[in-house]
Nanobody
């Protein structure tokens, strides 16, 4: 049974940093595509960053240069380092995975965590 558990969210001032973690069990993080998504109140869910089995990464334009996705196979954990945070990035952040290559469309991700809340104050 695949389980994804996010952590690391919290409240931070604008300009600050957070590192989100997603611990996987019943699944190997290097197996397929893993991604971070976010959803703010009243907005649609959007893909933020993705990493495939070959460690190729892709980012939403809005976070390029400020967010970094990575994984640690030994810890079987996915990360999202978020720097220079702005209030508009506040949302519930979810990690998700799908054992496919290349990374599928957002709707094709079959396994999701429960999310971790990120709040950014100005």
């Amino acid at each position: 049974q695949v389980q994804l558990v996010e952590s690391g969210g919290g409240s931070v001032q604008a300009g600050g940093s957070l590192r989100l973690s997603c611990a996987a069990s019943g699944y190997t993080v290097s197996r397929g595509c893993m991604g971070w998504f976010r959803q703010a109140p009243g907005k649609e869910r959007e893909g933020v960053a993705f990493i495939d089995r070959y460690v190729t990464t892709t980012y939403a334009d809005s976070v390029k240069g400020r967010f970094t996705i990575s994984r640690d196979s030994a810890k079987n954990t996915l990360y999202l380092q978020m720097n220079s945070l702005k209030p508009e990035v506040a949302a519930m952040y979810y990690c998700a995975t799908e054992p496919k290559w290349p990374c599928p469309t957002d709707d094709e991700f079959g396994y999701w965590g429960q999310g971790t809340q990120v709040t950014v104050s100005s």
